[in-house]
């Protein structure tokens, strides 16, 4: 069969037009290169606690930023350290004394584990965090508090909320 002029052109443009077109990837893969800069740029800055859903945290005008430490979570029922669990509140509350014997044992097997090198001669310079609600009883953060300067940490440290700079010009239009 003999095919016309116009049959053999339509045939020709349609064999042209019918390879799928290519995607350009060199804009796309700019946009991922910029992204994966900032998120690396950004990652570096961001300093965690541990998330507790049950504790409320008190506020605080401090500034200073937390640095990475060991830290102690004071929940309802237990005291934990790193995660792991060392004693019950009601025990601790029933002790006689400041001292709490397993927290002492957890944060002095926390030195070698957490702390950096240079901290670990200076016992000035061993950081601890202890993060609790803001309704414990003084008498229990006072026993941590303790257990933690007798296992040999130079630095204790709150965690707080920051209050807004809202807040803040309230409090000082107050006084």
Do not use: W
Request: aromatic content about 2%; overall charge neutral.
């Amino acid at each position: 069969m003999v095919k016309s002029a116009r049959a053999k052109r339509m045939e020709k443009h349609h064999k042209r037009n019918k390879s799928s077109g290519g995607l350009n990837l060199v804009s796309l893969m700019d946009i991922f290169t910029i992204l994966v800069f900032f998120l690396l740029v950004n990652s570096s800055s961001v300093e965690t606690l541990p998330n507790a859903k049950d504790l409320q945290l008190p506020e605080s005008i401090a500034e200073e930023k937390a640095k990475e430490t060991v830290v102690i979570l004071i929940g309802e029922e237990d005291i934990i350290v790193q995660g792991t669990p060392v004693a019950k509140v009601a025990d601790v509350m029933n002790i006689k004394g400041n001292d709490i014997p397993a927290l002492r044992e957890a944060l002095k097997s926390q030195n070698d584990r957490v702390l950096r090198r240079e901290a670990q001669d200076d016992i000035a310079g061993r950081e601890v965090t202890i993060m609790g609600d803001k309704e414990i009883p003084y008498r229990l953060l006072k026993k941590v508090m303790a257990t933690c300067t007798a296992s040999d940490y130079g630095q204790i440290s709150l965690a707080v909320l920051q209050k807004s700079s809202e807040k803040l010009d309230e409090l000082q239009a107050a006084r």
